[in-house]
């Protein structure tokens, strides 16, 4: 188990230590129960798209190419599959017509959401282990986390989006 002062300032070089302490386990389970409730016909990059388009909508070719680490014509291939398979479909950016979006189909959802239903489920047998106070010193943390980095993926789309 991770020990940090607890009685000490918690100083940001001790906060991102943590973090980066913490968040690889936490990771590595998430990421291995989500493959494993993924759709059996499904790849892993193709899956992580979907997962990336869950949480930033309307994402462009360009985010997923830089998330999967893949060149743009590999990340096209992929995305026609899953918009072949009816997981996701593109369309026109409204606020400029040469940009297409990435969106999840409800399918797409339905995927998304079965895996990540039996992952929380995961989780949540973990985390039956801590007494109250320290799963919503959990809950706390993960909401300020989210709100700290969420614009990240928000900032990473734009980004991208001026690549194009």
């Not at 494993?36 to 790849?43: D, G, I, L």
Request: charged residues 25%.
């Amino acid at each position: 188990m991770l020990s940090y002062a607890s009685n000490s300032t918690a100083s940001p070089q001790a906060c991102a230590k943590a973090l980066l302490d913490a968040l690889p386990p936490v990771i590595g389970v998430v990421r291995r129960e989500m493959r494993r409730h993924r759709v059996k016909a499904m790849s892993v990059p193709q899956f992580r798209t979907l997962a990336l388009l869950r949480s930033a909508p309307a994402a462009n070719l360009s985010a997923v190419a830089d998330f999967l680490g893949a060149s743009l014509p590999t990340a096209s291939r992929l995305v026609s599959g899953l918009v072949t398979k009816g997981y996701i479909c593109r369309r026109e950016c409204p606020c400029d017509r040469r940009k297409v979006e990435l969106v999840l189909t409800a399918r797409g959802v339905a995927a998304m959401k079965i895996a990540r239903q039996a992952t929380q489920a995961k989780l949540s047998e973990r985390l039956e282990s801590l007494d109250d106070e320290d799963r919503g010193a959990v809950l706390r943390s993960m909401e300020l986390l989210h709100a700290l980095f969420s614009p990240e993926l928000r900032e990473e789309n734009e980004e991208s989006d001026s690549k194009e």
